[in-house]
């Protein structure tokens, strides 16, 4: 059963334009998320965050969207630049989870090519 | 601040054998997480530890066990490997304190291909 699902596996943008990678999530207890670009052969590298608190949070070029009653998240990225080209994964998090771990559960990731 | 660090960075083991990979976190983390990835599943949790203590277990078999060390420095190993082991294994260290802020800083990952 998957929790966190990123139904695009790959999508194409031309420099300048704006990306939109989209999330959903089934686990209603989820109440943090997180953004993590990779490059191939490199680990995770985050990138934004946001908490089930609001619904929007904004860092420069990338913005993340959070409905919480769509269970939907999104990660808008403008102007999108070439070296942006890498695949992007959405994770969540419970904010209590057994003895207190925070166990990131992730999407299988959305591959984006900027083109020049 | 150094980031987190993974040792080995590749490694080529043949069936039946076992693997010790190491990870050091960045200074001042004490919450340690392991995660497995592939290109069917993505990635998947296998365990976290906490001041020395797992806190936390993915569901994965007993063959895959890990420790943390005093220094918040942590190790996973894998026994009797298995060709489906071979994956890129992921260390991701945190404060560990919980809270809205708590993130997860990954290391550039250990490549793990079983013969």
């Known amino acids: 059963d998957q929790q966190v699902k990123q139904n695009s596996p790959s999508l194409s943008v031309q420099e300048g334009r704006i990306s939109i990678l989209n999330c959903d999530y089934t686990n209603s207890m989820f109440d943090y998320f997180l953004w993590y670009k990779k490059y191939p052969a490199e680990g995770p590298t985050f990138l934004i965050s946001?908490?089930?608190?609001?619904d929007k949070n904004e860092d420069g070029r990338f913005t993340v969207f959070l409905n919480k009653s769509a269970k939907h998240l999104s990660l808008h990225i403008v102007p999108s630049q070439p070296g942006d080209s890498a695949v992007y994964f959405c994770?969540?998090?419970?904010?209590?989870?057994?003895?207190?771990?925070?166990?990131?559960?992730f999407g299988k990731g959305t591959k984006l090519s900027v083109i020049p | 601040k150094a980031g987190v660090t993974q040792t080995p960075r590749y490694l080529i083991k043949t069936r039946g054998q076992q693997v010790t990979l190491s990870c050091s976190p960045i200074?001042?983390?004490?919450?340690v997480s392991w995660y497995q990835q592939t290109p069917g599943q993505g990635l998947q949790f296998l365990f976290e530890?906490?001041?020395?203590?797992?806190?936390n277990k993915g569901n994965f078999p007993g063959r895959f066990s890990g420790r943390q060390f005093s220094n918040s420095r942590s190790e996973m190993n894998v026994s009797t490997l298995e060709l489906g082991d071979s994956a890129l294994y992921l260390c991701?260290?945190?404060?560990?304190?919980?809270?809205?802020?708590?993130?997860?800083?990954f290391g550039p990952g250990t490549r793990l291909l079983v013969l």
């Open positions: 200074s001042g983390h004490r919450s």
């Open positions: 991701a260290s945190s404060l560990g304190i919980g809270g809205a802020g708590e993130t997860q800083y």
């Open positions: 994770a969540a998090r419970q904010a209590y989870s057994g003895a207190g771990s925070y166990q990131l559960t």
């Open positions: 530890y906490f001041s020395e203590t797992q806190r």
């Open positions: 946001i908490s089930s608190i609001k």
